[in-house]
T-cell receptor, first 111, second 113 residues
């Protein structure tokens, strides 16, 4: 069974520090990876996606992909209390083009 | 665009009643997904459509659940009869060209007593 694994947290990070969220996946055929943010009581929203090995930066967010290690991460620089949310990692399976979702990591940014 | 629209936002019903959830995807999107989210099981894909055609309904928990997409701008998820264990938040999402970049509606919080 194809899986995406995330530490459920909560991950507590002081304001202004770097938050590092990690995700591993089992399907070596997965080529595309997505990070969604979900505030409490709200719906998931896409914040980053990455297809190629290496880093992809968008403002304070950096997604990192290592296909050899089957590892995806999301770094949030200069963390703000408004970044407190659950972050969902998802992998797009090549076999059927479905997203496999992780259970999410709850991030708490402490002022 | 108004985004994905779902109705109702909250639904409280008694066990055994029929429940119908509604979704209007983003105009032009060709994929539509129905999800259920609970604390215990996280986000679960129930069914998805491509160009109004159901592609994979393997996530539908049992025959009490059914979904339709009669046209590109409307879909329904029906539960009949409803049970307390169906209590969850149900999300509809749509995307263009594939499953990766999905846009979620605000969700319907269903409580079955």
């Amino acid at each position: 069974q194809k899986e995406v694994e995330q530490n459920s947290g909560p991950l507590s990070v002081p304001e202004g520090a770097i938050a590092s969220l990690n995700c591993t996946y089992s399907d070596r055929g997965s080529q595309s990876f997505f990070w969604y943010r979900q505030y409490s009581g709200k719906s998931p929203e896409l914040i980053m996606f990455i297809y190629s090995n290496g880093d992809k930066e968008d403002g304070r967010f950096t997604a990192q992909l290592n296909k050899a290690s089957q590892y995806v991460s999301l770094l949030i620089r200069d963390s703000q209390p408004s970044d407190s949310a659950t972050y969902l990692c998802a992998a797009l399976m090549d076999s059927n083009y479905q997203l496999i979702w992780g259970a999410g990591t709850k991030l708490i940014i402490k002022p | 665009d108004a985004g994905v629209i779902q109705s109702p936002r909250h639904e409280v019903t008694e066990m055994g009643q029929e429940v119908t959830l509604r979704c209007k995807p983003i105009s032009g999107h060709d994929y539509l997904f129905w999800y259920r989210q609970t604390m215990m099981r996280g986000l679960e894909l129930l069914i998805y459509f491509n160009n109004n055609v159901p592609i994979d309904d393997s996530g539908m928990p049992e025959d009490r659940f059914s979904a339709k997409m009669p046209n590109a701008s409307f879909s329904t998820l029906k539960i009949q009869p409803s049970e307390p264990r169906d209590s969850a938040v149900y999300f509809c999402a749509s995307s263009l060209g594939g499953a990766g970049m999905q846009y979620f509606g605000p969700g319907t919080r269903l409580t079955v007593t």
